[in-house]
């Protein structure tokens, strides 16, 4: 599977091939951060490509915000544009392979670049990395594609991957969506199971 090779990822940063970098945070994410108060909860964004989320984190004052992301190329332009952020907060490499314990993943972009097939261990391993409280949040394409990345799905088939690691499993249509992505969106709040 070639798009789970970090040089696979590394072309498309380099060929400027990002069409699912908007350029800023996504509107329905931001609008959950708005809302989180503990500035000390450990956060881990996956596949966090240009970290826009842990940017707009940073500047609110967040201070355990770790970003991880196959490919360098972002990560290093992140590390340019937010110098003052935790180096030690950046990690290069595989999230299936990350260890580390945190009460909120953030969910924007990881999981439609996944091939499908490796969505239950997706699931497997975020419930893994939270806390026992832990939370995974963030956006999930309601819509199907006909190749990939990105791979699109729908509510039932997120049910039954998330089901079995989480409870809580609240997914509701983005009413905040990018314009591009309006009625496409799935905003998803999910509980570790206990």
């Known amino acids: 599977m070639e798009h789970l090779s970090e040089e696979f990822w590394s072309d498309r940063y380099r060929t400027d091939n990002t069409g699912w970098d908007i350029g800023f945070p996504s509107p329905p994410i931001a609008n959950y951060i708005d809302q989180l108060e503990d500035q000390e909860i450990r956060i881990l964004i996956p596949g966090c490509g240009n970290a826009y989320e ?23 332009a992140f590390l340019e544009r937010v110098n003052d952020f935790p180096e030690q907060h950046v990690h290069q490499g595989d999230f299936f392979d990350h ?83 309006m009625g496409r969106e799935l905003f998803i709040l999910l509980s570790k199971k206990q």
């Not at 609110?60 to 770790?66: D, E, P, R």
């Not at 939270?130 to 799905?153: I, M, Q, T, W």
Request: some cysteine; aromatic content about 10%; charged content about 25%.
């Open 54 to 76: 842990a940017e707009y984190l940073h500047q609110k004052g967040f201070k355990n915000v770790h970003i991880i992301d196959l490919s360098n190329a972002p990560l290093k």
């Open 99 to 181: 260890e580390g314990e945190y009460d909120l993943i953030l969910e924007q972009t990881m999981f439609c670049a996944i091939d499908p097939e490796l969505r239950s261990q997706y699931a497997e391993k975020a419930s893994g990395l939270l806390s026992s409280n832990g939370k995974l949040a963030g956006v999930l394409f309601d819509v199907r594609f006909e190749s990939g990345p990105p791979y699109g799905g729908s509510k039932e088939e997120y049910l039954k991957t998330f089901g079995p690691c989480f409870s809580s499993l609240q997914m509701e249509p983005c009413h905040n969506s990018i314009p591009p992505r």
